[in-house]
């Protein structure tokens, strides 16, 4: 029986849309005074904000780590490949109508040596883990929108993000355009709605997740409207 089915409730009609993300998807607040305070509340976390906006008929579900690359392995943290743990993460909270991606700030710190190519091809392992149809219980994977992290600022405050990241921010955006349009994927590019801290130049600030949470829920809106 397919797992949609043995929902109950208002949860059979409800979309389900997973978010696959990094610090920026977690809430991590750039401006944080306490370290019991890292992490913005979900009504201000862009996930909870989009929730909001598209109202009781879409629940969000927030998967983001921080540290989380597209599929890179970080030599001094385990778990931080995407890849690795993406069909598990699917496969506990399906049946899904949407998975978005916000995936590629940390593969352009210093510490990987990545060019925007190789970033790309991390995202489109991704993309084709999600289209294999033998990863869903129901063999229907979800759709997919493909969002563009914001720009990187090298303004000193991290020691793993200099120059280089800099640059490669400015062209990964159109990068992933090109990859979500070779796969039929649906496309945000973070950069052209929001901007992250002035004075860390990485993460978004609180208005910053305002932005991207509004930007975000107009373009789920438009997807799940796509299917009427």
Not at 64 to 92: H, Y
Not at 202 to 209: A, N, S, W
Request: charge should be negative; include cysteine.
């Amino acid at each position: 029986m397919s797992p949609r089915r043995l929902l109950r409730g208002t949860e059979y009609f409800m979309k389900q849309i997973l978010l696959y993300g990094d610090s920026i998807t977690w809430g991590f607040d750039p401006d944080f005074k306490e370290k019991d305070h890292l992490r913005f509340e979900r009504d201000s976390r862009w996930g909870g904000i989009a929730e909001k906006l598209l109202g009781e008929d879409c629940r969000i579900v927030e998967e983001g780590l921080s540290g989380r690359t597209t599929s890179l392995e970080d030599p001094a943290a385990c778990g931080k490949n995407g890849l690795s743990l993406l069909i598990p993460i699917l496969q506990s909270h399906q049946p899904l109508d949407l998975v978005v991606f916000l995936l590629g700030t940390n593969d352009m710190k210093n510490t990987y040596h990545a060019s925007v190519p190789d970033i790309r091809r991390g995202m489109e392992l991704l993309i084709k883990t999600v289209l294999t149809p033998f990863v869903w219980d129901t063999g229907k994977p979800p759709k997919i929108l493909l969002i563009a992290p914001p720009h990187i600022h090298d303004r000193g405050v991290h020691d793993f993000i200099d120059g280089n990241s800099e640059a490669k921010s400015l062209e990964l955006g159109e990068h992933y355009r090109l990859l979500a349009k070779d796969y039929g994927c649906n496309f945000l590019d973070a950069s052209r709605v929001t901007e992250p801290s002035a004075w860390e130049g990485v993460h978004l600030d609180r208005e910053g997740q305002r932005l991207l949470g509004k930007a975000a829920a107009a373009k789920i809106r438009e997807i799940l409207e796509q299917e009427r």
